[in-house]
């Protein structure tokens, strides 16, 4: 798994801030809110398996399903000598991030949970997954997933900055076909993991686009009032892809999720 050192930390860091990336894409929709975050902390993002530079066709990797993802990120971390971190993850690496949180607790000292969703896929989601997973391996290409540029981000970023929507396509042309439905089989086996947040005691951030229709505002409510010390941030004019539309309003949530984290 490839870990990105977005930021260096300098002597008198905070605890890491680690960043795990939505489908289909990798951690470069991380890169516009990695240098808005304060302080002097090293803020990390990995490429998930499947992803970027990470190939889910290592043969090692078990059958797909998130929580491999989250002991690969593990083991990364750990190579790369982090052994407690805020965790922030938008959609598919929220789901990640609640799976790192069940399978390495000692790990995670926050959890920014951005435009993302604790319960798992309604049978109609898991199946047009599945669909879509078979479609993509068997057309050998990226291209059913690919209208997905445009949905990702909201309306009012579709209308003013088309050239997101341009870079997000261009990010998912760059994805590894079998990658991708890795992924998406993967995201279709993930339990509900409300509960999990519900025992969580420590920082939570909840960030969600106003506009954001694959997981709007009500799964975000749903996360705030399951975890106990969640901060809940609404972020105008941005769909799905807060990161990438309203990045300086994603940033200043995880800056104090961070400093939430640093003094607990
Ligand atoms: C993502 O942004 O990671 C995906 O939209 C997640 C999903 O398909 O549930």
Do not use: C, K
Request: charged share 20%.
């Amino acid at each position: 798994m490839t870990v990105h050192v977005l930021r260096e930390a300098s002597a008198d860091a905070g605890l890491p801030l680690v960043l795990l990336h939505g489908f289909p894409l990798d951690h470069r929709m991380w890169e516009p809110v990695a240098g808005r975050v304060d302080g002097a902390r090293a803020v990390l993002a990995v490429d998930l398996p499947g992803a970027g530079g990470s190939t889910a066709a290592d043969p090692a990797l078990p059958e797909p399903a998130l929580e491999a993802s989250a002991d690969a990120v593990a083991h990364a971390l750990a190579a790369a000598g982090v052994d407690r971190a805020v965790v922030a993850g938008l959609s598919m690496g929220g789901y990640v991030a609640l799976a790192l949180l069940e399978r390495h607790p000692g790990l995670v000292a926050g959890l920014g949970l951005v435009d993302t969703r604790s319960t798992a896929d309604t049978d109609d989601a898991r199946a047009n997954r599945l669909r879509i997973a078979d479609e993509v391996l068997a057309s050998g290409s990226v291209d059913p997933v690919r209208p997905m540029a445009g949905t990702l981000v909201g309306e009012t970023t579709r209308a003013s900055a088309p050239e997101l929507v341009e870079q997000i396509a261009a990010w998912i042309d760059g994805q590894d076909p079998g990658g991708v439905a890795w992924s998406q089989r993967a995201m279709a086996a993930r339990p509900d993991r409300t509960e999990l947040l519900r025992g969580f005691a420590g920082p939570v951030a909840v960030v969600v686009g106003e506009e954001d229709q694959i997981a709007p505002l009500e799964a975000a409510e749903h996360m705030v009032a399951a975890a106990p010390a969640a901060q809940f941030v609404v972020v105008p004019r941005s769909g799905h892809m807060s990161t990438v539309e309203q990045p300086d309003e994603v940033a200043a949530a995880l800056s104090d999720l961070a400093a939430r984290a640093d003094s607990a």
